[in-house]
């Protein structure tokens, strides 16, 4: 199979975005211009078009995923999932034009209950790792697994109805612990607790995200093709 369906993003230009979306082709231009782009890759248009057609991933996703994120780890210096000093990635959507209803940001994808401990002592926080683990929680449970926002965010008023302003440490534990609890209950599975099926799942969703009430709305609205 020659199709590639995943490009970094210092392959391409701005006059891919049919393959790459808008912001993967402004992110391959901004590359090609020799602009100081974090590492990252795209997933094309053609794999979520496959999906789309086919209900399921190209066989050869998976892999090339395992070969660009490899080459991301090797340039950051640390890889996804490792204890002592986690490698974070955040999925994106994008469309050829960009359109409301598509799936939101999932930022910090990678923080685990083992990795969040090694998050803490690189930065020197534990407060900061902990209450981003806790927005991992909700993005994730929220735009990935489709859970009531109101019951994350009825766990954080309390919280701070018992705390104040300010969540500490043993309160952000807590927090975090009530919010796997939600995606247990609500899911009928734990949390992730491999970054690479964290991962997956929010590929995956993105990919899901194109037959949105919003998203299709939107584009008959517009006049854009659904494809």
Request: hydrophobic share 40%.
């Amino acid at each position: 199979n020659s199709v590639k369906y995943v490009y970094d993003f210092a392959e391409g230009s701005r006059d891919m975005a049919d393959l790459l979306g808008g912001k993967g082709a402004g992110l391959a231009e901004m590359s090609r211009l020799g602009l100081p782009v974090p590492p990252g890759f795209t997933i094309t248009t053609e794999a979520c078009r496959y999906f789309l057609h086919s209900r399921k991933e190209p066989a050869d996703l998976h892999d090339e995923i395992d070969v660009h994120l490899k080459t991301l780890e090797r340039r950051a210096g640390r890889r996804l999932g490792q204890a002592d000093d986690p490698l974070l990635v955040s999925v994106r959507s994008g469309a050829r034009y960009s359109m409301p209803g598509m799936m939101e940001t999932v930022l910090d994808i990678g923080i685990t209950d083992l990795t969040v401990q090694g998050l803490a002592a690189q930065v020197g926080d534990e407060e900061f790792a902990f209450d981003s683990y806790r927005r991992l929680l909700q993005m994730f449970g929220r735009t990935v697994l489709g859970i009531n926002e109101h019951l994350f965010s009825d766990v954080l008023v309390a919280a701070h109805a018992r705390s104040g302003d300010h969540l500490h440490g043993a309160e952000l534990r807590d927090v975090v612990a009530a919010f796997k609890q939600i995606v247990l209950d609500e899911t009928g599975h734990e949390f992730p607790q491999d970054p690479r099926v964290q991962l997956d799942l929010a590929i995956r969703a993105v990919f899901d995200s194109w037959h949105t009430e919003r998203a299709s709305l939107y584009r008959r609205r517009e006049h854009i093709a659904d494809d």
